[in-house]
């Protein structure tokens, strides 16, 4: 299908781009990679009246060290995340589950931000970046804030981005030491998620001394499984594992759809919890 029509402004700064999304208010659309909004528009489910292209703008792409933490650009590539010496040294989790994300095309072109910004619930990303307890940086008029990502996601395809912010940076805390692995299911190679899990676990005598599970698709936003968190705390074998992991599903809300019942993804996420943490955890 043909999109509707609609203005087209390429900035070539953050300023810039920041003052064309203020003066056009609601009626504009941030293009990054495109692999979310071009579906989209094509299917006549977005109207905006103007597409700012960001993807001329250097200063939004490439991984830096800043003490503690990685700040990755927002319009950095899958690939270029998947690929980069430092996210794979300090920020695995991100690394790998990245490496999952829809086919190489896909990841050539979409980018870190543009998948974030989305708040796609069932988007491999925005439940890894939760589990990483990242924090996301919006330009606006007023200048520059940092939302963690337990706050950034709000609703099915909303963020706390107001119109006239964009997405500039995400920063990633390093987790040397910890142990990683990111689990899901899916109908067909390359689909979305029915259900998805990462998984962060720090070890210690020989058990879990610490663990973080960010959810995919299993509520309107990406979740953190706290009641599994907290039961995995101590646990120094499998079958404490998967008596923890049965708490996965605790508090969240998951949809029904032609994919799957709510109770099918309720047991879903207790599977696949179990496995993405004894595989983290070194004991599958």
Known sequence: MIPPAFEYARPTSV????????????????????QSLLPLLRLRLAFPELVVDVGRIPELRGVRE??????????????DVIRDPL????????????ATVADPAVRHRGTL?????????????????LALDAELVAAGPGGRRTIPAREFFL?????????DE???????????GWSFHYEKFQRVAQAWAIVGVAALVRRDDGGIAEARIGLTNMGATPLRAAAAEAALAGAGDPAAVARA?????????????????????????????KRAVLTAAGMG
């Open 15 to 34: 300023d810039e781009a920041v003052r064309t999304l203020a003066d056009a208010g609601e009626d504009a659309k941030v293009l990054a990679g495109g």
């Open 66 to 79: 800043d003490g503690d933490t990685l700040a990755i650009g927002a319009m950095t590539t899958h690939h």
């Open 87 to 98: 996210v794979r040294r300090h920020a695995g989790l991100l690394a790998a589950a990245t």
């Open 113 to 129: 931000g543009g998948s974030l910004a989305h708040a796609d619930p069932a988007g491999d990303l925005p439940a890894v970046v």
């Open 155 to 163: 609703d099915y395809l909303q963020s706390a981005l107001t119109p």
């Open 166 to 176: 964009l997405l500039v940076e995400v920063r990633v805390p390093k987790r040397d």
């Open 245 to 273: 992991a049965e708490s996965a599903a605790e508090g969240t809300q998951p949809s029904q759809d032609v994919s799957a019942s709510p109770e099918y993804r309720a047991h879903l996420a207790r599977v696949l919890t």
